[in-house]
């Protein structure tokens, strides 16, 4: 395969999000980046759109999915393997 691009971190970052966020709608990666060049880790930051828990709780019917958006940061290895990810206002889960 040689040396990922950063086209293969995107698209490892959005499957990782696909599977691991229940009901997501949308993935939407805004931002990668290596984080060490030599080592090979990469940063990114995407946007998920989920149905707002809220109205789902209640059961509440509307005529248009109300999505909310939140903000993750995923860190991917040298073999784009996800090593930590985070909502943007949560601490850095390890995938290790």
């Given at each position: 395969?040689?040396r990922?691009?950063?086209?293969?971190?995107?698209?490892a970052?959005?499957?990782?999000?696909?599977?691991a966020?229940?009901?997501?709608?949308?993935?939407?990666?805004?931002?990668?980046?290596?984080?060490?060049?030599?080592?090979g880790?990469?940063?990114?930051?995407?946007?998920?759109?989920?149905?707002?828990?809220?109205?789902?709780?209640?059961?509440?019917?509307?005529?248009?999915?109300?999505?909310?958006?939140?903000?993750?940061?995923?860190?991917?290895?040298?073999?784009?393997?996800?090593?930590?990810?985070?909502?943007?206002?949560?601490?850095?889960?390890?995938?290790?």
């Open positions: 395969m040689g990922p691009t950063i086209t293969d971190a995107q698209s970052v959005r499957t990782f999000l696909e599977e966020v229940p009901g997501q709608r949308l993935v939407h990666v805004t931002k990668v980046a290596k984080r060490d060049a030599d080592g880790v990469w940063e990114a930051e995407a946007d998920v759109w989920q149905p707002n828990a809220t109205l789902q709780a209640l059961h509440l019917e509307t005529q248009r999915p109300v999505l909310d958006q939140h903000h993750y940061m995923v860190r991917l290895d040298a073999l784009l393997n996800v090593v930590a990810y985070e909502l943007a206002q949560d601490g850095m889960r390890d995938e290790g």
